[in-house]
């Protein structure tokens, strides 16, 4: 048996079983398993709470009775939900062969589901040497069987009914006009208050920002932290500053009411999840659990082996295709499936997941079909960001039958195209039809495409057509960090502006990029707070900003509450109800999906591809729903004479969207749209028009084009 000391006195503990790894609650107490192959010795460190300075007990794990292969494990009895523990590893300490073993520092369970901060957490002490017990963040047992989810399940919802609002937990509700109680502002119980809002608007699924457990003090700079969370310490635990409970089991708890929550609204839960690095950066960086674990096991290292492999542009990289981090990968995204409730998962820079130990790019990357076949993900929304900073573009060419990808190319060309660029019109007409010259090798449906203008990463809709560069110097990096192509326009007047005339083109032209958005067949994403003109005053790299450049002022909504309108009643019409004939039920996507395209120019059948073009129109006509949409994007600065079709099998032709006109005339509710007369519409300058009619029965073809 092996001795936990505890306070003076003795308890027996067990000998534990090395399946399953992490902290599991039986009857009788928990069992402890973790992985270390190079380990010689391992302690588990018990607390009485999340503040104290030293541990209440030490369980010594040893090789001739705590190991299998090269699992440690140990049972305590007595133990519940709610324990807080953590580890101190022993071993060799050898740089320069990629060892970094230290007993003196206190380290996280990779598997452990829930984690606590104490006040006194300090990354600079994790990073120096010494002792770390009174500074570091400590793991917590959960009992995953102890909640009660009333019958819910994800959703499972089609792609084609799918509209993602990506957004951040903390900043959609931490402004104090947010109407949240003061301490539950920036909460995932602040989240639940606002999902009547996110259903008014007609969403359909939230993409959250980072939501593992990260270090908010990953940031440089004095004053600044890491606000978005793409530095992760555990992949199980939700991050526990976004709890509005203080105790250990308060964020798990609080999560799953959200989810919860969210489902009963029919919106479904996406995770933004980092796998490809961690925030034990460098080898200067901190040691917080994987490097003091087995360094070369969860690591890419470089051939000098005291130095990270930096795929990720963040210090490390994750070896995601060792065997070991793929089993904890999955078994993570299980356990996010099966004991969180989540519907689907967004990776970060997901091309990493594609390299070897040593870097190089696989055909058939192990981890990446892992997940693509595992039983209890089918079903679930994989979506890659794929490609990572070191190069790897993998947009129209990533692995496998189930993933849908970020449409980098949709964001670029319809930018270019609707800020008037030369030679984008040809590219961004096949944007608008899923993008079959990037798809179509793989046969896959329109929806592989995730089509957005604008995420996280990058300008707010609002700033992309208010200014022409970047204006990062709160970040302090001298304004040298951002991305420099934003292929953005301030509309004639860098930043904020009083004339009537700029403000006016201004939100034409963010109307323009939403209804493009939402008019294109592929699954529409649009940012927190565009709908109402969210602006970070011009700063695109906001990662370390926690304060009103980021958060969602809620004081825009009713300002801009005709761009709210119009952003939902386009999602109205995006999943629709009682869109086709006869009140049938289809969404737009689908019947975008049936229909046959036509190209024209400002004459029927004569598209205009010549480099200098900045008119697109398309005609789609579904003969199983009887209608015909005519679209005219113009994003030239004159007004054009568009001519309509016009043959015995078209009926009237009336208009649903002209982005040039005021709200409410901007769009209107499907059953309410305006006949417009004549044989020709006058689509005024940077404008976006949705004309619709019905058609009579044997008019197909009458739309023509090509």
């Not at 917590?140 to 609002?165: H, M, N």
């Not at 089991?249 to 479904?268: Q, S, T, W, Y």
């Not at 040593?358 to 079903?379: H, Y």
């Not at 789609?620 to 004159?638: D, M, P, Y």
Request: net charge negative.
């Amino acid at each position: 048996m092996t001795r936990a000391k505890s306070g003076g006195a003795v308890t027996d503990a067990g000998v534990g079983e090395s399946a399953p790894l992490g902290a599991t609650v039986t009857g009788s107490g928990v069992n402890f398993s973790l992985y270390s192959r190079h380990a010689t010795a391992v302690e588990l460190l018990l607390f009485e709470g999340a503040e104290d300075a030293r541990e209440s007990r030490v369980v010594t794990l040893r090789p001739e009775t705590n190991r299998t292969y090269h699992y440690w494990h140990v049972f305590v009895p007595g133990l519940r939900a709610g324990q807080v523990y953590a580890y101190r590893v022993h071993g060799e300490f050898d740089a320069a062969n990629g060892v970094r073993f230290d007993p003196l520092k206190v380290l996280l369970d990779p598997y452990g589901r829930a984690v606590v901060v104490p006040k006194g957490y300090a990354r600079g002490a994790a990073c120096a040497a010494g002792d770390t017990v009174a500074t570091a963040m400590r793991s917590v047992v959960v009992d995953s069987s102890a909640y009660d989810w009333e019958g819910d399940r994800p959703l499972r919802r089609p792609a084609s009914q799918t509209i993602v609002y990506e957004m951040h937990v903390r900043g959609f509700t931490r402004h104090p006009n947010s109407g949240v109680a003061e301490d539950r502002r920036g909460t995932y119980a602040g989240l639940i208050e606002k999902i009547a809002y996110l259903q008014r608007l007609g969403v359909t699924a939230v993409e959250l920002m980072p939501v593992f457990q990260f270090d908010a003090q990953d940031c440089p700079g004095q004053g600044l932290v890491n606000y978005w969370g793409y530095s992760p310490v555990s992949f199980f635990a939700p991050h526990a500053a976004y709890s509005s409970r203080r105790d250990p089991l308060g964020p798990v708890n609080e999560f799953r009411d959200m989810v919860k929550a969210l489902h009963r609204a029919g919106i479904e839960v996406i995770l933004d999840v980092v796998f490809n690095h961690t925030a034990e950066g460098s080898e200067t960086g901190p040691t917080f659990s994987f490097k003091g674990l087995d360094n070369p096991v969860y690591y890419m290292l470089e051939k000098d082996k005291s130095r990270y492999a930096n795929y990720s542009g963040t210090g490390n990289t994750l070896n995601a295709n060792n065997p070991i981090v793929r089993r904890m990968i999955v078994d993570a995204l299980r356990y996010w499936v099966e004991e969180m409730h989540v519907d689907g998962f967004r990776f970060d820079l997901a091309s990493i997941l594609a390299r070897d130990s040593s870097g190089a790019a696989l055909p058939n990357p192990p981890v990446l079909w892992d997940i693509e076949s595992d039983p209890v993900l089918a079903g679930t929304k994989l979506i890659a960001e794929a490609w990572d900073a070191a190069g790897l573009y993998q947009v129209g060419s990533f692995i496998g039958d189930s993933w849908t990808e970020w449409n980098g190319k949709f964001r670029d060309d319809a930018r270019s195209f609707l800020r008037g660029e030369p030679g984008a019109a040809r590219r961004f007409a096949d944007r608008l039809i899923g993008s079959p010259q990037i798809y179509s090798h793989k046969r896959r449906e329109a929806e592989q495409s995730v089509n957005f203008v604008t995420c996280h990463d990058g300008f707010t809709l609002n700033d992309l057509v208010s200014y022409e560069k970047k204006h990062n110097e709160a970040n302090g990096e001298a304004n040298r960090d951002g991305c420099d192509d934003n292929r953005s326009w301030n509309c004639g007047v860098e930043g904020p502006s009083e004339d009537a005339s700029i403000e006016r083109l201004r939100e034409r032209q963010i109307k323009n990029m939403l209804a493009s958005t939402m008019l294109s067949l592929g699954m529409p994403m649009i940012l927190m707070g565009d709908e109402a003109r969210r602006t970070q005053r011009g700063n695109n790299n906001a990662y370390c900003q926690d304060n009103e450049t980021s958060w969602f002022d809620w004081s825009l909504v009713e300002k801009n509450a005709g761009l709210v309108r119009f952003v939902r009643l386009l999602n109205e019409r995006r999943v629709l109800r009682n869109f086709g004939s006869e009140g049938r039920v289809i969404a737009l996507e689908e019947l975008l999906r049936r229909a046959e395209f036509g190209w024209h120019g400002t004459r029927v059948n004569e598209p205009e591809w010549k480099d200098d073009s900045r008119l697109i129109v398309i005609s789609v006509e579904s003969e199983q729903e009887r209608l015909v949409f005519h679209l005219i994007f113009n994003a030239g600065g004159e007004s054009k004479e568009v001519e309509l079709p016009t043959h015995p099998g078209i009926g009237a032709w009336r208009r649903w969207v002209d982005t040039s006109l005021a709200s409410p005339r901007d769009i209107f509710a499907w059953s309410e749209a305006e006949e417009v007369p004549g044989a020709a519409y006058r689509v005024e300058a940077r404008t976006v028009v949705a004309l619709m009619a019905s058609v009579g029965e044997g008019s197909r073809g009458g739309t023509g084009g090509g």
